[in-house]
């Protein structure tokens, strides 16, 4: 079974700085998809950005771009230029390519803003 | 980005009673919906994948008459949980993704159930 890490609980960034939160998997698949997804207080689940694991590139959004290591099974996400909006939990997700379209989650990192 | 309601946004029952929670995927059709519950101060968990015109497959240690889900239509989908108790109360949140347009997941806004 396919499991996801992520092993800073908490981190903190001042605003309008840089913060990298990290996350890494175990599979045995070569096929599959990667997710950072948000939840504000709110508790609404936002897609922030996405991986396919056949593609080198890493994927960028905006202020939102990750440091895909296929070998390693590390998938961080780096945030530019921290906004107080950024403030909340993110999950990492780990979806198989083969059929099975359940989302695995790590356990999360709540991220805060500091003025 | 595709959108996902979830009715109603909280709850509060009585044990022993039943209460429904609604998904619908607003803006487009999904074959595939499925039902998460999240603890406070936890991760998602994925109770079931609900699938249009069939049973849902439900994940390991999760009661399927407790939890009964229902996939009526490509834009609907429910969650019943039957004799509600205490230890039922939490956050449910549904998903779903858009046929033959890619692997991403929309979610809900959730829906906190709270049995007294």
């Known amino acids: 079974a396919q499991t996801v890490t992520q092993s800073q609980p908490e981190m903190s960034v001042q605003e309008a700085e840089t913060v990298t939160l990290s996350c890494t998997y175990d599979?045995?698949?070569?096929?599959?998809?990667l997710f950072w997804y948000k939840q504000p207080p709110s508790r609404q689940m936002i897609l922030v950005i996405r991986?396919?694991?056949?593609?080198?590139q890493n994927a960028t959004e905006n202020r939102f771009s990750v440091n895909f290591q296929k070998a390693a099974k590390s998938f961080s996400l780096k945030i530019s230029d921290s906004q107080l909006g950024d403030a909340a939990m993110y999950f990492c997700a780990y979806r198989s390519g083969f059929g099975n379209e359940k989302l695995t989650f790590g356990t999360g990192t709540r991220l805060t803003i500091i003025p | 980005g595709a959108v996902v309601s979830q009715h109603p946004s909280r709850v509060i029952c009585k044990s022993g009673t039943s209460v429904k929670i609604e998904c619908r995927s607003l803006?487009?059709?999904?074959?595939?919906m499925f039902w998460y519950r999240q603890f406070p101060k936890q991760s998602l968990m994925l109770m079931a994948t609900?699938?249009?015109?069939?049973?849902?497959?439900?994940e390991q240690g999760v009661e399927k008459d407790k939890f009964l889900i229902n996939h009526a239509s490509l834009t609907l989908s429910t969650l019943t949980v039957t004799s509600a108790h205490p230890e039922d109360s939490s956050f449910y949140i549904c998903?779903?993704?858009?046929?033959?347009?890619?692997?991403?997941?929309?979610f809900g806004p959730g829906t906190r159930l709270l049995v007294l």
């Open positions: 803006d487009f059709q999904a074959t595939t």
């Open positions: 998903s779903a993704r858009v046929d033959l347009a890619g692997e991403t997941q929309y």
């Open positions: 609900s699938n249009e015109g069939s049973k849902a497959t439900y």
């Open positions: 599979t045995s698949e070569s096929d599959y998809y």
């Open positions: 991986q396919e694991a056949y593609k080198q």
